[in-house]
């Protein structure tokens, strides 16, 4: 019997059917749907006279369209407001759970699916939102999907699906001051481009990977998609089970120990044959800022923007057209560049760990005057956490205010857009050209370099301030 990876052993086992020359059919054990894309999915149920086959089985967030200030206020902008309002009468229609705006355990789909205990290892996931591969952290198969399969999977919680190909990606060596695990998905993304892992599932493997706790883990799974992978994952261990035991709807009792028992053998087995193995080292890696519009395009905080000459023909008319919108040019560095915005928050790094780093760096500092902070938890749960470990009063003597959570300038599709021309430190997931509104020209960093920028106005690398 021929040993298998860590992703065949859990997309074998939810394997209803093959197509042959085709896709597989693949059961969904969690759906995760917010606002944004789900109405049309809903509508496709109610043309076809469906109901939601397993309702037990989605839970429902808006988080995209939020504002992050006055949410007990209607939201102004009639477009958020419609998408919003629909996502309530749906989930109410269909049976379905819905956290709601107000409710207690509203935040972010990929903050409060892990934080609730909803995400275990060995599931399938998806969500109609592509950094759902959030979820492979736990040792799970999790991915973004379209509004079309959304409705597929409230229809028959399946899904037609071609099987990736199976990448790992180790790293080695342990990781130096300042280093975060966002500077490790930058430097990898960096490394194998944006469309270097196209058409795989990725392993992120070695002691660098090991060493980091549960929300560093959702980090580096959440921008793996960046390279162009299909999702990424990371097998479960003692960091993983320590998390999810005790969670609100994690197992209890005999039933966590059966669980825990069939978690223990989710690893590629030794002798696991991968498409492609890459290994990187972890001493390599530095604090990290992207300088184009695309995640790949990245380089250590004292490294200097790659020259004209360095890039490959087929590629220079898109890097000058970057480096255009940016304002900045080839050969240039932005140590000590001055700066407009922070954002700490979304997705990528909008949980309690990402506070905790973000507030011990700033504490005894005042924000620069000139700089405009959102500082926006992932979820209700990660804001009181705050408020309880005090970290709110350090930002608060420091100068910054709390914003009330959801995904915020990760993205203009709410009231918290970066103008136009200005810069924008942010530890979101892209930089795509107007990506948190239109001409803004945004940074991607981890939170020690954002909380860098914040105290002194411009890029700074926060080894500086470190012993």
């Known amino acids: 019997m021929s040993k ?20 597989t059919q693949l059961y969904i054990d969690r759906h995760y749907c917010h606002e944004v894309t789900s109405p049309q999915a809903f ?14 089985r989605t839970t429902c967030s808006p988080d995209h369209n939020i504002p992050t200030l006055n949410q007990d206020k209607p939201i102004a902008d009639p477009i958020s407001r419609n998408q919003v309002e629909a996502l309530s009468r749906n989930a109410k229609e269909f049976g379905i759970t819905l956290y709601g705006l107000g409710h207690e355990k509203n935040g972010i789909i990929h903050v409060i699916g892990p934080e609730n205990g909803l995400t275990h290892p060995g599931m399938t996931i998806v969500c109609g939102d592509s950094h759902t591969s959030t979820h492979g952290a736990f040792g799970a198969i999790a991915f973004g999907i379209g509004t079309s399969e959304v409705e597929m999977v409230l229809a028959t919680q399946c899904i037609l699906q071609p099987k990736p190909k199976r990448m790992r990606i180790t790293i080695n ?7 975060t695990a966002k500077d490790i998905a930058l430097y990898v993304i960096s ?7 196209t058409g795989y599932f990725v392993e992120f493997a070695g002691e660098a990977i090991r060493s980091l706790s549960m929300e560093g883990r959702m980090t580096v799974c959440n921008l793996s998609i960046e ?22 709807f994690a197992p209890k009792g005999e039933e966590w120990e059966k669980a825990l028992k069939q978690w223990k053998e989710l690893y590629s087995d030794a002798d696991a044959v991968f498409d492609k193995e890459v290994f990187f080292d972890a001493s390599d890696i530095a604090p990290r800022i992207t300088y184009g519009t695309n995640p790949g395009m990245g380089m250590g905080i004292r490294d200097t923007i790659p020259a004209l000459e360095q890039i490959d023909e087929a590629g220079k008319i898109s890097f000058i057209k970057s480096l255009n919108y940016m304002g900045f040019k080839p050969g240039e560095k932005l140590e000590g560049k001055t700066i407009d915005y922070v954002f700490l928050g979304s997705c990528t790094n909008g949980r309690i760990e990402d506070f905790r780093t973000f507030a011990e760096f700033v504490k005894g500092h005042k924000k620069a005057d000139h700089v405009v902070a959102w500082l926006v938890p992932g979820s209700w749960a990660v804001e009181k956490q705050i408020r309880k470990e005090g970290l709110d009063k350090i930002l608060t003597e420091a100068g910054f205010e709390l914003r009330q959570p959801g995904c915020s300038a990760c993205l203009a599709m709410n009231d918290d857009k970066v103008p136009s021309g200005k810069y924008a430190v942010s530890t979101s997931n892209r930089n795509f050209e107007g ?15 954002a909380a860098a920028a914040a105290i002194t106005g411009k890029i700074t690398d926060p080894r500086n301030f470190m012993q």
């Open 227 to 248: 390279m162009g992978a299909r999702g990424g994952m990371i097998a479960p261990d003692e960091t993983t089970f320590a998390y999810v035991k005790d969670k609100e």
């Open 435 to 449: 990506r948190q509104g239109p001409g803004s020209r945004t940074i991607l960093a981890g939170p020690l370099v």
């Open 4 to 23: 298998k990876t860590l992703f065949d052993k859990i997309w074998d086992a939810h394997v209803v059917s093959t197509i042959q020359g085709g896709p």
């Open 191 to 197: 490394r194998m481009t944006t469309g270097g892992a």
């Open 43 to 56: 509508n496709g149920l109610r043309e076809r006279g469906l109901k939601v086959f397993r309702p037990d």
């Open 173 to 179: 060596g342990k990781l130096g001051k300042g280093v």
